[in-house]
């Protein structure tokens, strides 16, 4: 806890964001951390509440409350109101070894569980877990940590997002040899290319992935497993291999002129765009450009908020997203209360910057997109739109129906499709020969074994798309067995026990 009265003393007080209408023009990250006198009121504030539910990790209501990585919340809370730093880092980086990228992406899961949201504003959890880390950085505390000793073991991971790195790094300090695979450019997954530079600085991710290296993990980039190497040469050359590939498979919208040019998969746009400003600040023009264009995203999810951001930084003409469910109401209902994560609405970065552009909120919501409609050149002209009104039958489950006279014409030149990710690639599975269900690699939680012996599953691969806290949360965890399933037992701690 921090101050026994801070939660009565002090307010929770919002991160420093920079204007929506100045950071639309570059790709710098929009958000910075409290100055340190606010920080520590903040830390005050955090209750003697007996029971942290912050910590609990679990879902709830079919979304994550707590959190996962079970971090040590009121304890590193409590010392950055005592000013203690340095020791709030090690309290820190006991359970959570990426608090940079948490800090910035994590949606907060805790936030929604602290005992103080049950009648006021939440600990400002997530704007002190990320100045914990930087500080960590900018003051020399992190520095690589060099295994003293070295197993003889070797393990290959196949993908590199946060999952793959922390299961890498989990097993480096244990002393096994880990190289990570990674088939695009860059290490890092989704942390590199699926998540803006504005929320997430790729200084950050690479900052993170050369200390890595500097700690004795191998990162083989531009390596398609499956083609470049095949699976039984790493079986052959590993001692344990672990799946982390993603659920990068990308529910597609079977659509009447879906075929019509100028419609793309919301992450192939937001990996180009990335990639092209990576590579040259956009001067290879190897990316999706909509500027002057009216752009549509369908999805209402963080995902399309990152294309409404990007597309705003490219100038687009207009941007609106589209959302099957109602707008959530400003307050918990009686059927969402705490600690279940708060179904509210709220205005995420993108929508702010929209709203200050263009005069009101990007998003549509209970409309469905009925046709896609092209010009002579086979280019998107328009989308055709009918509202929805979501009902509930007398089994208590939830149906949409349309609304007659609600018939919408919509011009746009690019469509963008988040509707989410049906699951992982099957090819490398089959090649790997492990079971999947539902597009999802068949391993259970608190094993990670698949049916092939020697072959692991963790992250998103194995229970579809999730947050980055429970990837880290299963990188841990199955680090634990494979360390026990080539050693006998393990040394590394586990999540699930703190």
């Not at 570059?26 to 910075?32: H, I, L, P, Q, V």
């Not at 951390?33 to 990790?57: E, K």
């Not at 949606?107 to 100045?131: H, Q, Y």
């Not at 539902?438 to 020697?454: E, I, S």
Request: proline share 5%; aromatic share 8%; with cysteine.
């Amino acid at each position: 806890m921090g101050k026994a009265t801070g939660f009565m003393e002090f307010t929770r007080e919002k991160g420093k964001e920079r204007s929506p209408l100045t950071r639309t023009n570059d790709w710098n990250e929009y958000s910075a951390p409290l100055a340190d006198d606010a920080l520590r009121r903040q830390g005050a504030r955090c209750m003697d509440c007996g029971t942290p539910f912050c910590h609990m990790g679990m879902e709830l209501q079919g979304t994550t409350t707590g959190c996962p990585i079970h971090n040590l919340i009121p304890e590193w809370n409590d010392l950055v109101y005592r000013g203690q730093w340095k020791e709030a880092l090690e309290r820190l980086l006991k359970t959570n070894n990426f608090p940079e990228f948490t800090g910035r992406v994590c949606p907060a899961p805790c936030e929604g569980s602290c005992t103080l949201a049950i009648s006021d504003p939440a600990v400002s959890i997530k704007n002190i877990e990320r100045t914990i880390i930087d500080k960590g950085f900018e003051n020399g505390w992190i520095k690589p940590r060099i295994p003293a000793k070295r197993t003889g073991k070797k393990i290959a991971i196949i993908g590199s997002g946060p999952a793959g790195l922390a299961s890498a790094d989990q097993l480096n300090q244990a002393g096994h040899s880990v190289t990570v695979y990674e088939r695009s450019d860059r290490p890092g997954g989704l942390l590199m290319y699926g998540i803006p530079n504005m929320k997430l600085g790729k200084d950050v991710v690479e900052r993170r992935i050369k200390l890595l290296t500097q700690e004795g993990i191998d990162f083989v980039t531009n390596t398609d497993v499956g083609k470049d190497i095949t699976a039984d040469e790493l079986k052959n050359k590993y001692d344990a291999v672990i799946l982390c590939t993603g659920a990068q498979k990308q529910r597609d919208l079977a659509i009447e002129g879906r075929e019509a040019n100028g419609i793309h998969f919301a992450m192939d746009y937001l990996t180009i765009s990335t990639k092209s400003f990576l590579d040259s600040n956009f001067q290879d023009g190897n990316y999706i450009d909509t500027k002057d264009k009216d752009v549509i995203v369908i999805g209402g999810g963080d995902t399309g908020a990152d294309c409404v951001a990007t597309a705003l930084r490219q100038k687009c003409r207009s941007v609106v997203q589209f959302g099957k469910h109602p707008q959530l109401p400003a307050a918990r209902t009686s059927d969402n209360m705490w600690p279940a994560y708060p179904n509210i609405f709220t205005l995420d970065y993108a929508y702010e910057e929209a709203q200050m552009q263009f005069g009101k909120d990007p998003r549509q919501y209970s409309i469905q997109t009925k046709k896609i409609v092209k010009d002579k050149s086979g280019n998107v002209k328009e989308l055709h739109t009918i509202q929805m009104k979501k009902l509930k039958d007398g089994n208590g489950r939830y149906y949409f129906e349309e609304v007659p006279g609600t018939e919408k014409v919509w011009p746009a030149q690019y469509v963008f499709i988040a509707i989410g990710f049906e699951g992982t690639e099957q090819p490398l599975l089959k090649q790997f020969g492990v079971h999947s269900a539902n597009n999802k690699v068949k391993a259970a939680y608190g094993k990670f074994t698949t049916n092939v012996d020697g072959v692991f599953a963790a992250g998103d691969a194995r229970r579809g798309q999730s947050l980055i806290v429970w990837a880290i949360n299963e990188g841990r965890e199955v680090a634990r067995e494979v360390d026990a399933f080539l050693m006998g037992s393990s040394v590394l701690p586990s999540s699930v026990h703190q």
